[in-house]
């Protein structure tokens, strides 16, 4: 079955501090893999895509990693500001009709 | 949230009654989507069109309705056969319709559908 998997489930960080947050998938075939950021009561917007041959994308103070042999993903938020709180959604594509497949989602909140 | 509009942000209902939310977007994108977003869920797709006068159901269909009558515009309807419709609604478009897996989506602001 095709399954994206987020963890952890909500994440409380210090402003300034790092986090990274991961993302496991069982999709096959494996076609890209999507970081989105959704701010409480607001659509997701796009941060990364990635696709199989890519290992790292970095888009300002945010990089997902991609390891498509154990099929994880990760995305690290560095220096952390106050704005960066809302959920990140990992979506992977793929299976045999290219279907989008959402992750929960974790919730990050950074504190003062 | 691009140049995708969704009205209303708000929206009650009561049980039993027909609710049309709205999606505009001025991308001039092919293809335009309809997800629901439960607490603790991942977003589930309800129907998607690839063109004009044309759409498919997707894995939560049942007691949704679609209309896509041009090109900017995919209404989506919640009827009263829909059992469970409290939800947060997004509708989401792509540029292409040859390969939805690759395009990335661009996500309206959503709407907050509650039926008392």
């Known amino acids: 079955k095709n399954q994206v998997e987020q963890s952890p489930q909500s994440l409380i960080i210090l402003e300034g501090k790092n986090c990274t947050l991961q993302c496991n998938y069982t999709v096959s075939p494996f076609s890209n893999l999507r970081w989105y950021k959704q701010d409480t009561g607001r659509g997701p917007v796009s941060l990364t895509i990635?696709?199989?041959?890519?290992n790292t994308k970095s888009n300002g103070r945010y990089t997902a990693t991609l390891d498509a042999d154990t099929k994880q993903s990760s995305l690290h938020i560095t220096a952390s500001q106050l704005s960066d709180s809302a959920s990140y959604i990992c979506?992977?594509?793929?299976?045999?009709?290219?279907?989008?497949?959402f992750g929960k989602g974790t919730k990050l909140s950074v504190k003062p | 949230d691009g140049g995708i509009t969704q009205s209303p942000k708000y929206l009650f209902r009561k049980e039993g009654q027909n609710v049309t939310l709205s999606c505009e977007q001025n991308l001039n994108h092919d293809a335009m989507y309809w997800y629901r977003q439960d607490p603790g869920q991942g977003l589930r797709l309800i129907y998607y069109?690839?063109?004009?006068?044309?759409?498919q159901k997707g894995d939560i269909a049942e007691g949704y309705s679609v209309s896509r009558e041009k090109k900017e515009s995919f209404p989506l309807t919640v009827t009263s056969a829909q059992k469970n419709p409290t939800a947060f609604y997004l509708c989401?478009?792509?540029?292409?319709?040859?390969?939805?897996?690759?395009?990335?989506?661009?996500f309206g602001p959503g709407t907050r559908l509650t039926v008392l």
């Open positions: 989401a478009s792509t540029p292409g319709h040859q390969d939805r897996s690759t395009d990335t989506q661009y």
């Open positions: 979506v992977v594509s793929g299976g045999s009709q290219g279907n989008l497949i």
């Open positions: 069109s690839q063109i004009v006068n044309d759409f």
């Open positions: 990635m696709t199989f041959s890519e």
